[in-house]
């Protein structure tokens, strides 16, 4: 899949960046006539994009002049080609979303982006995660705490982890504010304390944590 994202938000156009580049190309730009233009130069280029994620919000021309436009310039071309439209904008007002579905819409997100309402609308859309990509901090994160709740992860595989943790935290105390820190340290003794015995082969016992964050 080759995705366009149309947006002046650069948060939002990263965290779109991160959800899409899992099923393959993206590009990204932050105003209509630039979205216009690649758009148009990659449906000339027999290269178009499949999916466009476009704010009704853009300073400048408005979104539901950058689709009428998109869906002029494919109608243009022959063999016509449609490409997923799919509206992300902070607007639920009924008449916006009547609005741009008539102007050729595919679907509509209202921000902040639910990242699995946008996975419900790509798997209607027929696209499929590709093997480009990498999934988003988050998610491996999210994965790697359900693990540990889950004791599935072998004790001598988290004594790794803890020591590498600890001097991931050791290197970025200096640049740690104040009051993260505050809550870092009011937290963690709670958290070791869930291990008292720690003192596994091959890693370092759970107090080298504590210390590195109290020292």
Known sequence: MRALIVDDSPVVRVLLER???RYGECVSV???ERAIAVYSRRLGEDAPFELVCLDLGLNGMP???VLRKIREVETARSPVFKSRVLVVTSSSAVTDVDAVRREGADGYIV???????LSEYLVAFGF???SEGK???ETAINSLESMCDQDAIPATVLARLIQRMACSISRQLPTVSAQALSLIVGETPEVVGCAPA???AGGPP????QETLLA
């Open 19 to 21: 959800m899409l580049e």
């Open 30 to 32: 932050a105003d209509g």
């Open 63 to 65: 979104g539901t002049d």
């Open 111 to 117: 921000k902040p982006i639910d990242e699995a309402k």
């Open 128 to 130: 499929r995660r590709t």
């Open 135 to 137: 999934e988003p901090a």
């Open 198 to 200: 720690m003192n596994v």
């Open 206 to 209: 759970a107090e080298v944590l």
